[in-house]
């Protein structure tokens, strides 16, 4: 057993005593995709485009306030965290100059998440390609270096951008994620990806524009991965792994015809053009689109409606200026025309498409090229080239691999990169249509994953009546995906990156009720889902210091934030304080206040009243409409503070948490006795299993419920020293009322608290 902090044998993730590890974690955080300096969430129109001044120094926060986010997330039972950055944060102002100054702070920030045990891997993250594309990621001279204007998008419809929106308050729910059907991103996967092939005339510096972007790109997270090595006591100590690029997109790659919508094309919202039409209305063609909505059982065809780009181009102007960027464009690739009319795909003298079916054969072999061959080729080609990197800096990296949003991974078992003894499988879920309608039905839901890969007939029979069923499908959808990770890449273990539930749902009923049942419902849900698949891990999206009632995550209207600074905070055990926090200000703009602070010491009789009836941990109103933050809640904390295997001395074949009644289940697969030092261990919240009104049953052996210190910040966990073979342990804590309003909770929970001793009723 090598003596890393963590490994994989056998398809599971290890510690150094052969113990299995479940990597419980959380995103951190979603500041992360936009800059601080300007501070431009994607509401915020002003100085938009002036991307090559801006800085991502205080993401995903300063420094100054790590330890209050960190302590504040393993209260919460977390060991892991997926840290997001993006390309965009490290080259914003140009190809090959860096941001030392983000990277300086980024190490001060993964030194404290070191203080306090995290497993971290890094993400480098993106959404339909960058913010200037309606997304996240990359900077956006990549877009010029395309010959693309992104100040042209909003008029062609090339990208449907927030920050340009004409009325942001009123952006469509959602609508950001159809831009991957749409010019500019799906221009800019397909040349990131396959530029060499299908767009051999765009050349920069002497290279194609395939090789020029994914060169900086890995140059960039290079660079990062460098300084890590250096500092010296960051890799392996904290940082086990690296995240390959975040939810990849085959672009155009693999359309068997680019005047109609594909099949695989699920999402539907808004304007839904075909690739052809996003041409010609990138070329300023007026051109008549169909439009769709989103309802509960998926998209539906609203009608037609004119898109007129008033023969304003979303390409650049011949004669452009781009010195500032210091590249040469070869003189073959000209500007002010459409890159797919310079390769003869369609005739712009008669708006003519002459090769509909382009991008499904490759241009050298006439082979097919459908999603398979983008998967096998294109995409792990350039896997192996982000893997080789960072292993140049770090050899013993766990990579992550991340193919396209609820595809098949590729098919890699059997040879050498499906052998990589650290390789792990890291795909996204979604309940979409929780999602994309921001309600939680409790009647019925959908089998997405099932109708995806054609297991039904008819999409109706995919339909899932009652909760039960609806949890049992969430279950299912995710034990199929990781059974696919290991069908297809060989056995390594799977985590489940991203999954998560809006909080803004019922039209923001919650923020000014307080009663956050249905998201609770919704994240219990979600939970016993990546819970009683048998995933190796997961991380939640999403940790955000600044979401608040009125803008959410601050990021295209999405709302999925398990902390708000419009929401109560649960009672917590004491943490620590910050010298840097205690210390002189920062220079930096502070997301938290003094009074924050003071709410997060542990409860005692003299502060209860002042705990509990503090409506936010902000000293200023956050949101416009006051009604949104009249009766703040608890944000659901009791369905994603839970009970969780940290080690287990043998196998996990089962574990879970049934909230409602209060009881947690493990059944692990012992090779032999616990050792005295190397018994089980298993997280429990004092929020559910207060010490002395939790039950515990075990099928053998003994066992001990503590409170652990680490970095002052208290964790109540239990310790079992069990036998061999096939073993069980199981938790009864006390039932709670949670999330039904401001009168509801007064005579549940805080019922439940004046019966007991008040030191019981701490959520950790």
Not at 96 to 116: F, H, P, S
Not at 407 to 429: C, F, Q, R
Request: proline share 6%; aromatic share 12%.
């Amino acid at each position: 057993m090598t003596s890393l902090r963590l490994t994989i044998e056998d398809g599971k993730f290890c510690d150094g005593h052969g113990r299995q590890v479940i990597l419980r974690g959380i995103n951190v955080a979603g500041e992360a995709k936009y800059p601080s300096s300007p501070n431009q969430p994607s509401h915020v129109p002003d100085d938009f485009f002036d991307g090559d001044n801006v800085s991502f120094v205080g993401r995903p926060f300063p420094k100054e306030e790590a330890h209050l986010h960190f302590s504040r997330l393993k209260r919460c039972g977390y060991n892991t965290i997926r840290y997001v950055f993006t390309w965009e944060a490290i080259e914003a102002r140009g190809p090959g100059i860096y941001d030392e100054a983000w990277i300086d702070e980024t190490i001060e920030v993964l030194r404290a998440a070191k203080r306090y045990g995290f497993y971290i891997f890094m993400d480098p993250h993106q959404d339909v390609w960058s913010r200037f594309s309606g997304g996240s990621g990359a900077p956006m001279w990549t877009l010029y270096a395309a010959g693309l204007n992104p100040q042209s998008f909003a008029a062609t419809e090339a990208a449907i951008v927030h920050n340009t929106y004409p009325e942001p308050d009123s952006f469509p729910k959602m609508i950001w994620s159809t831009n991957y059907f749409r010019l500019a991103a799906a221009t800019m996967f397909t040349l990131f990806f396959a530029g060499r092939d299908f767009a051999p005339k765009c050349i920069l510096d002497g290279v194609n524009i395939q090789d020029y972007l994914q060169g900086h790109y890995l140059g960039a997270c290079a660079h990062l991965a460098k300084r890590i090595q250096e500092a010296g006591d960051i890799e392996n100590d904290v940082v086990f792994g690296w995240e390959s690029l975040n939810e990849p997109n085959k672009g155009m790659i693999g359309y068997e015809d680019i005047s109609v919508i594909p099949k695989e094309q699920a999402l539907k919202k808004g304007t839904c053009p075909t690739i052809w039409q996003t041409m010609l209305t990138g070329s300023g063609r007026a051109v008549e689109v169909e439009t769709w909505d989103m309802g509960g059982l998926g998209p539906y065809k609203v009608g037609r409606t004119l898109v007129d780009p008033h023969g304003e181009i979303a390409w650049l102007p011949a004669g452009y200026d781009e010195s500032r960027y210091g590249y040469k464009r070869d003189p073959g690739w000209k500007l002010g025309e459409c890159i797919w009319a310079q390769h003869g795909v369609w005739d712009p003298s008669t708006d003519t498409l002459l090769k509909k079916d382009y991008f499904g054969k490759h241009p050298a072999t006439g082979a097919t090229v459908d999603y398979a061959y983008f998967s096998n080729n294109y995409f792990m080609d350039s896997f192996r080239k982000y893997r080789d990197m960072v292993r140049t800096h770090h050899k013993d990296a766990i990579i992550l691999l991340q193919g396209p949003t609820m595809e098949l991974p590729p098919l890699i078992k059997g040879t050498l990169d499906g052998d990589d003894p650290l390789l792990a499988y890291a795909p996204h879920w979604y309940d979409g249509i929780t999602l994309m309608t921001k309600k939680w039905n409790r009647n019925w839901n959908v089998d997405v994953l099932g109708v995806l890969r054609g297991r039904y007939w008819h999409p109706a029979l995919a339909i899932k009546l009652g909760e039960t069923a609806i949890r049992n499908c969430f279950r299912d959808q995710h034990a199929a995906m990781r059974q696919e990770g290991l069908d297809r890449l060989g056995i390594h273990p799977c985590v489940m990156t991203e999954f998560g539930i809006p909080y803004d749902m019922d039209n923001k009923y919650a923020y000014k009720t307080g009663d956050y049942s249905s998201q609770s419902a919704a994240m219990d849900a979600n939970h016993f889902g990546v819970e009683a698949a048998g995933l190796e891990g997961y991380t939640l999206w999403l940790y955000m210091a600044n979401n608040d009632h009125e803008n959410g995550d601050q990021w295209n209207g999405e709302d999925l934030s398990i902390f708000s600074v419009n929401d109560k905070l649960l009672p917590l055990s004491a943490r620590p304080k910050s010298p840097d926090l205690d210390g002189p200000a920062s220079n930096q703009r502070s997301s938290v206040s003094k009074q924050e602070l003071d709410d997060d010491d542990s409860v005692t009789p003299a502060n209860l009243k002042k705990s509990i009836t503090n409506p936010s941990i902000s000293s200023e109103a956050t949101s416009r409409q006051p009604e949104l933050t009249a009766s703040p809640g608890y944000r659901a904390a009791e369905a994603y503070v839970r009970p969780a295997p940290i080690v287990t001395a043998g196998v996990i074949t089962n574990y879970g948490f049934d909230l409602q009644q209060c009881l947690f289940t493990v059944t692990i697969k012992a090779p032999k006795v616990a050792g005295p030092d190397t018994p089980t261990v298993v997280f429990l919240p004092e929020y559910h299993f207060p010490k002395d009104a939790c039950s515990v049953e075990v099928s053998s052996g003994k066992w001990e419920i503590s409170s652990d210190e680490e970095e002052t910040v208290l964790l109540q966990r239990l310790r079992w020293w069990h036998g061999e073979g096939g073993q069980t342990l199981k938790v009864s804590g006390v039932v709670k009322k949670h999330n039904a309003g401001e009168g509801a909770e007064d005579t549940g929970y805080y019922e439940q608290c004046n019966q007991g001793a008040l030191s019981n009723c701490d959520i950790m």
